[in-house]
C-alpha cells in the first residue's frame, strides 16, 4: 500500500503563487511515477502535471510555463510550483502515484489518471480575481 498526504493548498490572489507538497509513505518511492491532478466544481478530474523517477516531465498544456513539479526522493516527497496562478486554476488538487520504473515518454502513460492505483485525499486551492 501507498499513503499520499498533500498540503500547501490555500486562498492566493490572481497572479500569485503556491507550492503544493505530497508526502508518500509504504513503498519504493524512488521507483515511482508521480502525478498531480485537478478537479474544479462542476468538472471532470484534469491532469496536470507527472514526474518520472528520473526526472522526465509532463504537463497538461493548460499549466505549461507556469507549474513545475519536482521530487526530493530522499524526502518521499513530490512537489507542485505554481506561478502566475488564475481563477480557473481554482480545484481541489490531488497526488496520485504509479509504482514500478519506467522509460516511457508516450504522453499518454502520464495523462491516464485510471493508471494511477495511488491517491491522496486532496487539497483545495481557491484563486481570486
Known amino acids: 500500500q501507498v499513503q499520499l498526504v498533500e498540503s500547501g493548498g490555500g486562498l492566493v490572489q490572481a497572479g500569485g503563487s503556491l507550492r503544493l507538497s505530497c508526502a508518500a509513505s509504504?513503498?519504493?518511492?524512488?521507483?515511482?511515477?508521480m502525478g498531480w491532478v485537478r478537479q474544479a466544481p462542476g468538472k471532470e478530474r484534469e491532469f496536470v502535471a507527472a514526474?518520472?523517477?528520473?526526472?522526465?516531465?509532463s504537463y497538461a498544456d493548460s499549466v505549461k510555463g507556469r507549474f513545475t513539479i519536482s521530487r526530493d526522493n530522499a524526502r518521499n516527497t513530490v512537489y507542485l510550483q505554481m506561478s502566475s496562478l488564475k481563477p480557473e486554476d481554482t480545484a481541489v488538487y490531488y497526488c496520485?502515484?504509479?509504482?514500478?520504473?519506467?522509460?516511457?515518454?508516450?504522453?499518454?502513460?502520464?495523462?491516464?489518471?485510471?493508471?494511477?492505483?495511488?491517491w491522496g485525499q486532496g487539497t483545495q486551492v481557491t484563486v481570486s480575481s
Open positions: 514526474i518520472r523517477w528520473d526526472g522526465y516531465t
Open positions: 509504504g513503498r519504493t518511492f524512488s521507483d515511482s511515477t
Open positions: 496520485a502515484a504509479r509504482g514500478g520504473r519506467t522509460y516511457r515518454n508516450d504522453r499518454n502513460y502520464y495523462t491516464t489518471q485510471s493508471s494511477y492505483p495511488y
